[in-house]
């Protein structure tokens, strides 16, 4: 994956953005851009090519580095356990471990609480028993 970042024409950074979320969100990525198309496709497109063409292909951070600071803000934030489902499975598909994204989760507890960082841990605990991942001890 590039982290260039294509000429400024929307169009060339809609299809960047897509490369790039393919390769980090795959499928998951896709399902939440499709499922915009009937009632938001303004919003599905600029979460790719703003959030992803522009955003995720910048180079100051690795792949694994975006996604651990996006499941940090995610758990802080609270109530965003459908986002942190796509950005878990992100952050396993750019090489983090199931005990890494834990131990996130276990840091952010400090700084936003036991119960979001207990939403973002059984999340995670759905995603890792999909991928067949448990138990992790």
Not at 12 to 25: M, N, T
Not at 59 to 71: A, F, I, S
Not at 81 to 91: F, G, K, M, R
Not at 94 to 104: H, M, R, S
Request: hydrophobic share 40%; with cysteine; proline share 7%.
């Amino acid at each position: 994956m590039t982290h260039e970042n294509p000429s400024q024409d929307p169009t060339s950074r809609a299809a960047h953005g897509r490369q790039i979320l393919d390769a980090i969100d795959g499928e998951a990525g896709a399902r939440v851009i499709d499922s915009l198309a009937d009632i938001a496709p303004e919003l599905g497109h600029q979460v790719v090519a703003w959030g992803f063409g522009e955003i995720y292909a910048r180079p100051g951070l690795e792949p694994r580095d975006r996604q651990l600071v996006t499941l940090g803000m995610l758990t802080a934030l609270g109530g965003c356990e459908p986002q942190l489902e796509v950005h878990i499975n992100a952050a396993l598909n750019v090489g983090l471990t199931p005990e890494q994204i834990i131990e996130a989760f276990l840091h952010s507890s400090v700084y936003c609480g036991f119960p979001r960082a207990l939403n973002a841990t059984f999340t995670a605990k759905k995603v890792f028993a999909e991928r067949d991942l448990l138990p992790l001890a």
